[in-house]
């Protein structure tokens, strides 16, 4: 899922994968494709995702992507009957071409 706004050109992204399909690598080629059509396509200066805290594979597929972590955003969702907190990390187009270009 990807909801992006023009005038600001960010977009936010989300995913899920079935747990019978995770550690294959699928959603790091998935990841990739999203970033390239961002940034090239969209045109887009930052690509930002929320991940909660316990998540750790999903941290470290962003982190691999070049995604930072920016902060924790206290009890920001609420789901499931209780408030979730989440963690903000981005990417910006800047940080994308200067690992592309490495």
Same mark, same amino acid.
């Given at each position: 899922? /990807?909801?992006?706004?023009?005038?600001?050109?960010? !977009?936010?992204?989300?995913?899920? +994968?079935?747990? %019978?399909?995770?550690? =294959?690598?699928?959603?790091?080629?998935?990841?990739?494709?999203?970033?390239?059509?961002?940034?090239?396509?969209?045109?887009?200066?930052? /690509?930002?995702?929320?991940?909660?805290?316990?998540? !750790?594979?999903?941290?470290?597929? +962003?982190?691999? %992507?070049?995604?930072? =972590?920016?902060?924790?955003?206290?009890?920001?969702?609420?789901?499931?009957?209780?408030?979730?907190?989440?963690?903000?990390?981005?990417?910006?187009?800047?940080?994308?071409?200067?690992?592309?270009?490495?």
């Amino acid at each position: 899922m /990807i909801r992006h706004d023009t005038a600001v050109h960010w !977009a936010e992204m989300g995913y899920e +994968l079935s747990r %019978a399909y995770w550690g =294959q690598g699928l959603m790091s080629g998935v990841l990739a494709a999203v970033i390239d059509y961002g940034f090239n396509t969209l045109s887009l200066n930052r /690509i930002q995702a929320l991940v909660e805290p316990e998540n !750790a594979q999903s941290l470290r597929l +962003l982190e691999k %992507a070049g995604f930072r =972590q920016e902060g924790l955003l206290s009890q920001y969702e609420f789901t499931s009957g209780k408030y979730d907190d989440l963690y903000m990390c981005a990417l910006v187009k800047s940080e994308y071409i200067n690992r592309s270009q490495k």
